[in-house]
């Protein structure tokens, strides 16, 4: 079942395309924000309202990264790994992630406080190495940096 | 030297709102446009010599020309492609977060040549910043009334929109983009027939890329003639170029398309971090072959570095040192190919994580020597013309020169069965 809130946000996504089912990324992400991922309930709860089968609805849900079909953590932890944090030691940061927090790549913590995802060029290459905690983009990570930045997220 | 692009952006002070933008001429460009016929715009953009600064590089006013104009009912669409996520590409994210009212100038003016009357920003989700920004300057361009009904007193309708996207590279595609803005997977469709003729919806649709779109207000106000005199090459206009990767200042600036290689390394980034020495750069995002020493004399503009074997992409470079495994360097770029490809044709889907794998174990001393030969054959079967659309020969760019200047290297992996770096 959608909420009240989630219709309304959604319907207001439909009435500016000319095909109703052009919002349905929308709708995902509008349910994501209320729900923090999209399970199978949720998915369907949408399709139905977007007049679309729940597989055609799968196929686009399952088809971008920041779709979340399993549960994620309170903060989400994307760090770069592509080509200018590479070069600047992205694999050092992650090392010390995985060591502060028990977790490698695709995991969330036991308390949920965390989820790590790689992420590619998060388009700061000029301060690589970087990476961004929910709507935060941190630059030129050092492992000390880092320690100081984790303890702002509860 | 002039910056048309960042004249008006600096990172000490917010970017402008409308009532400053507009003290410093800002939307000049679309009182003159409104005065021209559309055609005559599209021509002074064809004759300005813009060339798409996505990183293909076709000619912007020519790719305005395709759409049709003898149906005046007609919806269509101007996109302003800001899905940046060429991997070391950072530039429209400075011309986004520090000018926005320069980008819908730009989309203004460009909608109005070719008769538009939806337009959309496809914005990358990473972008937030820009994001609140642009949401902020398009309610300050309505409320002025350069967007909506009759703009201007003209008789022209203007609605714009944002779309922020939810990440894959391959929505920067412009088609693969349409079906993203349609609430479909980003495939790439089949062209013919082209968007200009049938895009978003179907209808009519000019996708270009943030720093196009930026130079747009410009040529208009200032000529095509000024435009070419700004570059001191066979390409017009300047461009924002950027540096990743172990040099003193990485960054971006913008500078007359046609700067060399060498300026930029050695006067805009401060030369080499002291230890490290200059190997190679990919000279406009992952998806363009390595240049080398040999070439850091060519002026990055389009027709050189073609000439050089490369791209200029979207000029914004990253950087190889001599302390970066070249293997681990390619092997990088492959991961994140073979993780973005969409799954829609053959050979990039299957293609792509083979020449990952196989540079993977180079990289871990488990190479054979016929890997070589094998990793050529894949830049072969994904170049140009064997898959649905560039990504794939995008990919071996970097594969073939990596494999041509680097070779020693792989060969070094193979024979001593670990990476030397390590």
Redesign the interface.
């Known amino acids: 079942m959608l909420s009240a809130e989630e219709i309304m946000k959604i319907d207001h996504e439909i009435a500016l395309v000319p095909v109703r089912k052009a919002a349905c990324i929308e709708a995902l992400k509008i349910v994501q924000d209320h729900r923090g991922w999209i399970s199978d309930e949720s998915l369907e709860a949408i399709a139905t309202h977007m007049d679309m089968s729940a597989e055609e609805l799968e196929s686009v849900a399952t088809f971008y990264n920041l779709i979340f079909r399993k549960p994620v953590g309170r903060n989400i932890i994307l760090l770069c790994d592509s080509i200018s944090c590479y070069v600047m030691g992205y694999e050092k940061i992650y090392e010390h992630l995985e060591a502060r927090l028990h977790i490698k790549f695709g995991e969330t913590t036991p308390d949920a406080r965390f989820t790590l995802l790689p992420n590619p060029c998060l388009g700061a290459c000029d301060h690589a190495p970087v990476l961004m905690i929910n709507d935060d983009l941190y630059k030129n990570l050092t492992n000390d940096k880092l320690d100081e930045i984790l303890k702002e997220y509860k | 030297m002039e910056t048309p692009l960042t004249q008006h952006i600096s990172i000490n002070r917010p970017s402008l709102n409308l009532k400053d933008y507009v003290s410093v001429g800002g939307y000049q460009a679309v009182h003159r446009a409104i005065t021209m016929a559309p055609q005559e715009i599209t021509k002074m953009v064809q004759d300005s010599n813009l060339k798409g600064r996505g990183g293909a590089g076709f000619n912007t006013g020519m790719k305005w020309s395709f759409v049709p104009m003898n149906d005046a009912a007609q919806t269509k669409y101007l996109i302003a492609n800001a899905d940046?996520?060429?991997?070391?590409?950072?530039k429209?994210?400075l011309l986004l977060e520090g000018n926005p009212h320069q980008l819908i100038e730009g989309m203004i003016v460009s909608a109005y040549a070719i008769q538009a009357n939806i337009s959309y920003v496809f914005l990358?989700?990473?972008?937030?910043k820009a994001a609140r920004l642009i949401r902020y300057a398009i309610d300050e361009a309505y409320a002025a009334g350069y967007l909506g009904k009759n703009i201007l007193g003209t008789g022209f309708n203007l609605e714009m929109?944002l779309h922020?996207?939810?990440?894959?590279?391959m929505c920067g595609e412009e088609t693969a983009l349409l079906n993203?803005?349609?609430?479909?997977?980003?495939t790439p469709r089949t062209k013919p027939p082209f968007p200009q003729v049938s895009g978003l919806?179907g209808k009519p649709t000019i996708v270009n890329n943030v720093e196009t779109l930026c130079n747009i207000p410009h040529i208009i106000n200032k000529g095509a003639d000024w435009f070419k005199s700004l570059s001191p090459g066979a390409d017009a206009g300047t461009k924002l170029y950027?540096?990743?990767?172990?040099v003193n200042k990485?960054?971006?600036w913008e500078l007359p398309m046609g700067t060399t290689m060498r300026q930029l390394i050695e006067e805009h980034a401060g030369g080499m971090k002291n230890g490290f020495k200059f190997r190679g750069a990919?000279p406009g995002g992952?998806s363009t072959d390595f240049l080398v020493e040999e070439h850091l004399d060519i002026k990055m503009d389009y027709k050189s570095v073609a000439a050089a074997g490369s791209r200029l992409g979207t000029g914004?470079m990253?950087?190889?040192?001599d302390h970066?495994c070249p293997v681990?360097?390619v092997h990088?770029?492959e991961?994140?190919f073979a993780?973005?490809s969409?799954g829609w044709c053959t050979p990039c889907r299957e293609g792509l994580p083979w020449t990952e794998k196989i540079l993977l174990s180079i990289e871990n001393g488990e190479g054979r020597p016929e890997d070589l030969e094998l990793l050529e054959m894949h830049t072969k079967y994904m170049g140009p013309g064997n898959t649905f659309c560039a990504l794939a020969p995008g990919a071996m760019e970097p594969l073939q020169s990596g494999l041509k200047y680097f070779r020693e290297d792989f060969e070094k992996h193979i024979n001593e069965k670990k990476c030397p770096w390590r």
């Open positions: 940046e996520m060429e991997p070391g590409t950072f429209d994210r990358r989700w990473a972008y937030n929109h922020t996207g939810i990440g894959r590279y993203a803005l349609e609430g479909k997977r980003a919806f950027g540096i990743s990767g172990k990485p960054g971006l990919l992952a914004t990253i950087i190889l040192d970066t681990g360097f990088n770029l991961h994140f993780q973005e969409c």
